[in-house]
């Protein structure tokens, strides 16, 4: 089964560009299937109040929960006072399965790290290269799974990317998602040095076509059992 763990779904407010407009699914869903992939990761697109962008989230999950798993996206400032009753209302009831958190909003919160250690949530947390923040969320929280988009940097820093490794190497609660990864090698040198249980395939859709991002899984040349690992996310389920 392969499951893309970072998409986008619903309707942002922002109108500076993809990410805070619309994340439509209809060509995503009909280019995933083609991929075959299975199962997909949702969380909102960028939005001023995450309640009720991860409201209409909900209601996508909802529509095929077959198909779908939920993130609930937070803002570690905006949201700073209230991140535990978003988490509370996104798995109760909303079924959702973990967090999503972007650097762009701001920085990481230990609220944010408290509420994803009491659900016993994966957080998904853009660092957008500031990945010396991996060191301290490993040592504060080291029974909450991180999973860090890109390799650590969207915009191809590959200095964030191979610190990114290094972590993925030295603590087992850090893991990095495959999705928008454009120098190959560095791909090819975290399945090395890391192994492919610490990386989980992302497609940042629906932006970014799903069946690319998981034909540069496929190139890596991986041996069944540990293709597999990338697709299931069982490291962190």
């Known amino acids: 089964m392969i499951i893309d763990c970072h998409c986008h779904a619903g309707t942002g407010d922002g109108l500076t560009g993809p990410w805070d407009t619309r994340a439509s699914l209809h060509d995503y869903l009909r280019r995933a299937s083609a991929a075959g992939i299975h199962k997909t990761v949702l969380f909102a697109a960028f939005h001023s109040n995450y309640a009720i962008a991860n409201e209409e989230v909900a209601r996508i999950v909802a529509s095929n929960p077959k198909r779908f798993f939920g993130f609930a996206f937070v803002h570690p400032a905006r949201d700073r006072g209230r991140v535990h009753e978003l988490v509370k209302i996104a798995v109760e009831c909303y079924g959702f399965v973990g967090i999503k958190v972007h650097r ?17 949530l994966p957080v998904l947390y853009d660092v957008v290269g500031e990945v010396s923040v991996c060191e301290l969320l490993a040592q504060e929280y080291p029974d909450v799974n991180f999973i860090i988009p890109h390799l650590g940097s969207f915009a191809d820093d590959s200095r964030a990317q191979l610190g990114v490794i290094d972590h993925l190497v030295r ?17 090819k040198q975290a399945v090395k040095r890391a192994g492919a249980n610490k990386l989980l395939f992302g497609s940042d859709g629906p932006w970014l076509h799903p069946g690319v991002e998981l034909t540069k899984i496929k190139v890596l040349g991986l041996p069944p059992s540990q293709e597999n690992l990338i697709y299931s996310m069982s490291p962190i389920n």
Do not use: M, V
């Not at 762009?104 to 016993?120: F, K, L, M, W």
């Open 104 to 120: 762009h909003d701001a920085s990481i919160t230990r609220e944010i790290c408290t509420a994803a250690r009491i659900y016993n």
């Open 171 to 187: 603590h087992p609660n850090i893991y990095a998602d495959t999705s928008g990864i454009r120098r190959f090698d560095l791909l």
